[in-house]
T-cell receptor, first 117, second 116 residues
Framework: AQTVTQSQPEMSVQEAETVTLSCTYD???????LFWYKQPPSRQMILVIR??????QNATENRFSVNFQKAAKSFSLKISDSQLGDAAMYFC??????????????FGTGTLLAVQP | DTEVTQTPKHLVMGMTNKKSLKCEQH?????MYWYKQKAKKPPELMFV???????INESVPSRFSPECPNSSLLNLHLHALQPEDSALYLC???????????????FGPGTRLTVT
């Protein structure tokens, strides 16, 4: 069964510094998608970045980038130049192929990121 | 416009009440989802609709009844809930269930439900 593990329940970073959030997953599939979602205290889940497993190049979205290591089944998120608005719960998610219907997301347990001014 | 709206934002209901949660999207998405989220936990999938038909029911108790009247609207009817059903209920949509673009889910702001 597919599982997603986030081993860091809480992280803290100074404003303008860089922080890396860890995520590992387990799957027997060869083609899949991985995502990082952000959920601020306002509670809306926001898609931060996605990675297609067939792409070797790591995805980047402005200050957010991933380190995707397919063989190691690792998918970490790097936030550069951290801002106060980055404070949120971050969930790593795996898209699971569910029988004939796809698009069931398996979420990790989340990492609560605090940004210190 | 990548917006999913949900109403109401907050709902307090007694265990004998009947209420409904509403979700709407105007992105032309054909797949819609209901999730339940407890505090500091990840969302748990409840239901998936694809082209207005129920595609996945994650063994949700019958006191939760989903409905998809049209491709833009998703309702969750609530009846005889228990206090442990208190949670944040999130709606999401995606272009489709599969394909290159189908995997990105866009979430609404959620309805905070309290059952007394």
């Amino acid at each position: 069964a597919q599982t997603v593990t986030q081993s860091q329940p809480e992280m803290s970073v100074q404003e303008a510094e860089t922080v890396t959030l860890s995520c590992t997953y387990d799957t027997s599939e060869s083609d899949y998608y991985l995502f990082w979602y952000k959920q601020p205290p306002s509670r809306q889940m926001i898609l931060v970045i996605r990675q297609e497993a067939y792409k070797q190049q790591n995805a980047t979205e402005n200050r957010f980038s991933v380190n995707f290591q397919k063989a190691a089944k690792s998918f970490s998120l790097k936030i550069s130049d951290s801002q106060l608005g980055d404070a949120a719960m971050y969930f790593c998610a795996y898209r699971f192929t569910y029988g004939g219907a796809t698009n069931k997301l398996i979420f990790g347990t989340g990492t609560l990121l605090a940004v210190q001014p | 416009d990548t917006e999913v709206t949900q109403t109401p934002k907050h709902l307090v209901m007694g265990m004998t009440n009947k209420k409904s949660l509403k979700c709407e999207q105007h992105m032309g998405h054909r797949a819609m989802y209901w999730y339940k989220q407890k505090a500091k936990k990840p969302p748990e999938l409840m239901f998936v609709y694809s082209y207005e038909k129920l595609s996945i029911n994650e063994s949700v108790p019958s006191r939760f009844s989903p409905e998809c009247p049209n491709s833009s609207l998703l309702n969750l009817h609530l009846h005889a809930l228990q206090p442990e059903d208190s949670a944040l209920y999130l709606c999401a949509s995606s272009q489709d269930l599969g394909g290159v673009l189908g995997h990105e889910q866009y979430f609404g702001p959620g309805t905070r439900l309290t059952v007394t």
